[in-house]
């Protein structure tokens, strides 16, 4: 079992900046591919970008390419999203998951572990 723990969620002007982390306890965290994903309220969960478990590769949304970089410290069993140039439409619960393979995953079905979500909210 891996628990995962978000936090730094919180409210922003657009165009600002918020930096997402979770960490994790249990079993070895770099044996996990780790992956942010949001959810708005009445809409469905998303992907938003996923990290490999050494932190060498990354694959993003296209929404958010170029504004959010994903990184880890496996030394701290923790994964980041960073957030820049927050936009309105970035407002959403953020969760973390993880799953132990050497692939970058991107859907939600294949992740095994989940946090509870932080919540980020970007006003105009």
Do not use: H
């Amino acid at each position: 079992q891996v628990q995962l723990v978000e936090s730094g969620g919180g409210s922003v002007q657009a165009g600002g900046s918020l930096r997402l982390s979770c960490v994790a306890s249990g079993r070895t965290f770099s044996s996990y591919t780790m992956g942010w994903f949001r959810q708005a309220p009445g809409k469905e969960r998303e992907f938003v970008g996923t990290i490999s478990r050494g932190g060498g590769r990354t694959y993003y949304a296209d929404s958010v390419k170029g504004r959010f970089t994903i990184s880890r410290d496996n030394a701290k069993n923790t994964v980041y999203l960073q957030m820049n140039s927050l936009k309105p439409e970035d407002t959403a619960s953020y969760y973390c998951a993880a799953k132990e393979t050497i692939s970058l995953i991107t859907t939600i079905a294949s992740y095994d572990f989940w946090g509870q979500g932080t919540q980020v909210t970007v006003s105009s």
